[in-house]
């Protein structure tokens, strides 16, 4: 199961260029790696490198409202705006392992999600790391579950 831009434009409502229906394979914060198929999320002020992104494959952004986009952006090109972007991870992330946890089919195909900016996870204490993120979210879920009760 990919993710795909009308799962963005749920989440995210402001948004501008195309609006075809995208089924993204890679989902990173990198430019410089290759994201086929990609949405490119420039975490740590990295505003400046979408056209290395765009020319390694991405397809689509999710952006910081407010934030200019750089004059290259060509103007079909999906953005979608979000107030904070590490916040914009958290509920994409979290979106996504909902539709896994619904999933019945185990082979599947699945986006690829490739974060490495250890500076924002240094300053936050948290990871971005898909695997463990899914552990984090089943633990809150199983403590949640268990204080209803």
């Known amino acids: 199961m990919y993710l795909t831009s009308n799962d963005l434009a749920i989440l995210f409502p402001e948004k501008q260029g195309i609006e075809d229906y995208i089924l993204f394979h890679t989902v990173s ?11 490119f999320i420039p975490l740590n002020n990295q505003e400046d490198k979408l056209i290395e992104a765009i020319a390694n494959g991405a397809v689509a952004a999710i952006w910081e ?5 750089p004059p290259y952006t060509p ?3 999906p953005v979608f705006f979000t ?3 590490a916040e914009a991870v958290k509920q994409l992330l979290q979106l996504y392992l909902d539709y896994l946890n619904g999933e019945k089919n185990h082979n599947m195909d699945i986006t690829n999600f490739k974060f490495s900016n250890k500076k924002l996870l240094n300053k936050n204490n948290e990871t971005y790391d ?3 993120m899914v552990n ?14």
């Open 29 to 39: 914060d990198q430019a410089n790696v290759l994201q086929s198929k990609g949405l």
């Open 136 to 149: 984090q979210i089943a633990d809150s879920k199983r403590n949640n579950s268990e204080r209803r009760g």
């Open 83 to 85: 107030l904070d972007l």
């Open 130 to 132: 898909i695997a463990v």
């Open 75 to 77: 103007n079909h090109f």
């Open 65 to 69: 409202e407010g934030k200019s986009l």
